[in-house]
T-cell receptor, first 117, second 111 residues
């Protein structure tokens, strides 16, 4: 199947700093990518839909100025957590569909675990 | 708004048992249904994809069925093993949209 890669897999930062997480489609082009977060012992919650060349669409309750999404190319979307606080500590995971497969199956990155001290 | 429910929330079985995990969704107008496995602290492992026109998919000891009209899917695991212990997630979407996840079923298989 198609491969989606995330970096970094783990990051620890101090409160107030900004952290950037990258999501790459390695062997296909993705005009749309999806960002999720998962708090401990909870399921994945959709944060936003990242669209190549245009603004991201955020889910209700997700602050667009805090979670900056940039999808500047067909293979890369980035999520920047600005002025991170301990409550932003979570597991962030991205996904994308390889439209060339024709199935609509979504492939997921390995996830990025953010810990804010 | 689509909602996905998984029952049971947790399940403990002895090794060798066959088991069924249930998933239901409120809006039957889905495009795909996907089952995933997640180990503690890890990402998602895709298990099975069922497209809306399909009724079931099989992979090894796993079989997933889809009844789109009633908004239900089941994941059948045959001859369970301790290595099957994980959280199993069901998710659905419409064409071109994000997957909406259930809260998962946490399975524990004892040896």
């Amino acid at each position: 199947g198609a491969v989606v890669s995330q970096h970094p897999s783990r990051v620890i930062c101090k409160s107030g700093t900004s952290v950037k997480i990258e999501c790459r489609s390695l062997d296909f082009q993705a005009t749309t990518m999806f960002w999720y977060r998962q708090f401990p012992k909870q399921s994945l919650m959709l944060m936003a839909t990242s669209n190549e060349g245009s603004k991201a669409t955020y889910e209700q309750g997700v602050e667009k100025d805090k979670f900056l999404i940039n999808h500047a190319s067909l293979t890369l979307s980035t999520l920047t957590v600005t002025s991170a606080h301990p409550e932003d500590s979570s597991f962030y995971i991205c996904s994308a569909a390889d439209r060339g497969l024709g199935t609509g199956e979504l492939f997921f990155g390995e996830g990025s675990r953010l810990t804010v001290l | 708004k689509q909602e996905v429910t998984q029952i049971p929330a947790a399940l403990s079985v002895p090794e060798g048992e066959n088991l069924v995990l249930n998933c239901s969704f409120t809006d039957s107008a889905i495009y795909n249904l996907q089952w995933f496995r997640q180990d503690p602290g890890k990402g998602l492992t895709s298990l099975l994809l069922i497209q809306s026109s399909q009724r079931e998919q099989t992979s090894g000891r796993l079989n997933a069925s889809l009844d789109k009209s009633s908004g239900r899917s089941t994941l059948y695991i045959a001859a369970s093993q301790p290595g099957d212990s994980a959280t199993y997630l069901c998710a659905v979407n419409q064409a071109g949209t994000a997957l909406i996840f259930g809260k998962g079923t946490t399975l524990s298989v004892s040896s």
